[in-house]
């Protein structure tokens, strides 16, 4: 203990600095992907514990209630995750928002990578805790439906983690194209609602709306792929479901159909994240700031213009 100039005892102050500087805002983009995940993928790995518990009759997924509950679910889950970590990093929570940024000039390139590490590291770690609170619940409906774990059986337990393609896909093209479609429409509307230019909403209802945008992609384009949206909500949770025992189901993810998936839900969203942020840069940011410039009595750099007036006699 150190005493001040009065002689009272001061507690020593701890660093801050990786408060304030980069590790802050890793930290930020770590726990918020954590709660992402906590509640996504709780939500899915609820099916199972309904039917186990004895508290829903209808099987799981024979219902178009249980994909309204998904959907919710995950726009729950991200409004929640954004609201705890916006403040500090901006709540990426997702490399193609941060990729889509930095394309818009307004993150370093540098910190691109570390910010994608921990996306990932945190999203794993979400996949963890809902293992450890769903796995006798998962392995119940296992042992109930005789389905053996890292089987081509296993898909349904398996996508409580991660996504899979539609049996009706026979090539990675109409995934992809799916991934980047979906991601577009994120990225693009993320960009709108919280562009000063534009009309965006309110600093506080800004996490609700964000989440509404998940529900809205996933209601609208969630069922060919299972709208990753996302490289770290599905590779984080992909390695998880590896170690965790569904083997090539999860990595590299062989479904028949299409084997070694895992890349589709990493580079479709990046794709689809970059060409957001310039379509909306482009054709929507570009054409705000030229009407707002020509507006009558304001100059192209935001200077009022002064009214001609005789001279002072």
């Not at 929570?93 to 945190?122: C, D, E, H, M, S």
């Not at 840069?281 to 009407?291: E, F, H, N, P, W």
């Amino acid at each position: 203990m150190a005493r001040d100039v009065s002689g009272a005892a001061t507690t020593k102050v701890l660093p801050q600095t990786w408060r304030t500087g980069v590790i802050g805002e890793l930290w930020a983009e770590f726990f918020g992907c954590f709660i992402l995940i906590s509640f996504g993928d709780g939500v899915v790995a609820m099916l199972w514990a309904l039917i186990g518990s004895g508290r829903s009759a209808v099987p799981a997924l024979d219902s178009a209630g249980d994909w309204m509950l998904i959907t919710w679910g995950w726009g729950l889950a991200v409004c929640f995750a954004v609201y705890v970590s916006g403040g500090i990093s901006g709540a990426h929570l997702n490399p193609a928002v941060t990729l889509a940024i930095a394309v818009r000039k307004q993150l370093p390139w540098n910190k691109v990578p570390k910010y994608w590490v921990a996306q990932v590291f945190g999203c794993f770690m979400g996949a963890a805790l809902v293992f450890l609170v769903y796995n006798n619940a998962i392995n119940h409906y296992d042992q109930a439906q005789h389905i053996i774990k890292g089987t081509a059986n296993s898909v349904s337990t398996y996508s409580t983690f991660a996504t899979f393609p539609a049996p009706y896909f026979h090539s990675v093209l109409g995934p992809l194209v799916d991934q980047i479609i979906g991601t577009f429409f994120l990225v693009l509307f993320v960009c709108a609602v919280t562009d000063e230019f534009n009309s965006p909403v309110s600093a506080g209802m800004a996490p609700f709306i964000v989440g509404m945008i998940v529900l809205a992609v996933g209601i609208s384009f969630g069922a060919n792929a299972g709208y990753a949206i996302n490289p770290a909500r599905d590779f984080g949770p992909r390695i998880f479901a590896w170690i965790a025992g569904w083997g090539k189901i999860a990595f590299p993810g062989n479904y028949g159909n299409i084997n070694d998936y895992f890349w589709i839900p990493i580079i479709g969203p990046l794709i689809g994240g970059a060409i957001a942020a310039v379509t909306y840069d482009v054709g929507i940011l570009s054409v705000l700031k030229a009407r707002k410039a020509a507006e009558p009595g304001v100059e192209g750099f935001g200077e009022t213009v002064e009214e001609d007036r005789p001279p002072a006699s």
